[in-house]
């Protein structure tokens, strides 16, 4: 398995540029209605300031054999299991995200070779973290869905098996 790590550059880039990213991500999931919830903006930030975000995830993401994931992971599958966030939730989360530093790329003085290179990166690291985001909180609904003998009985609200009946 070839390694994948976020360009040094490109990591440079965002951690210089984090304020004004975190800025433009937070003014456009303002425009969804679904994080127009204070609670769930509000749990948004102080994810932000702890660093356990999803921004904070991209930028400590290395998909290498053996390498625990990210705090920000956890943080992200706990409020997707949670009654006041879900899967579409994340998507905007990242759509929202990504879309914020490709429009802080294009404030660059980069060449358009060099922008398009940067941007495929931020892509790359985007799809890798949030496809393992995915396997992580889905599993439990798929598991249901495809083992239909299981009810949500078994499960607690947290989505993890209770243990008491042999699956």
């Not at 769930?40 to 054999?65: I, M, R, Y």
């Not at 690291?125 to 985001?133: G, K, M, V």
């Not at 009810?151 to 699956?167: I, N, T, V, W």
Request: with cysteine; glycine share 4%; net charge negative.
């Amino acid at each position: 398995m070839k390694q994948q790590t976020m360009d040094l550059k490109i990591r440079e880039f965002l951690l210089s540029n984090r304020k004004q990213i975190v800025h433009a991500w937070n003014r456009r999931l303002k425009g969804y209605p679904s994080f127009q919830d204070p609670v769930k903006f509000s749990t948004l930030q102080e994810e932000q300031e702890k660093e356990t975000d999803l921004f904070s995830a991209v930028l400590g993401w290395e998909n290498l054999p053996g390498k625990d994931l990210p705090d920000g992971i956890w943080s992200i599958v706990k409020r997707i299991h949670s009654p006041a966030y879900s899967v579409s939730d994340f998507a905007i989360e990242a759509y929202c995200l990504e879309d914020a530093v490709t429009h802080a790329l294009m404030r660059t003085k980069s060449t358009p070779e060099q922008m398009v290179a940067a941007n495929q990166e931020i892509r790359r690291s985007f799809f890798t973290l949030s496809q393992t985001i995915l396997e992580q909180s889905a599993g439990i609904y798929e598991y249901v869905v495809e083992n239909g003998k299981r009810a949500f009985c078994y499960f607690d609200c947290h989505g993890y098996y209770k243990g008491q009946h042999e699956l």
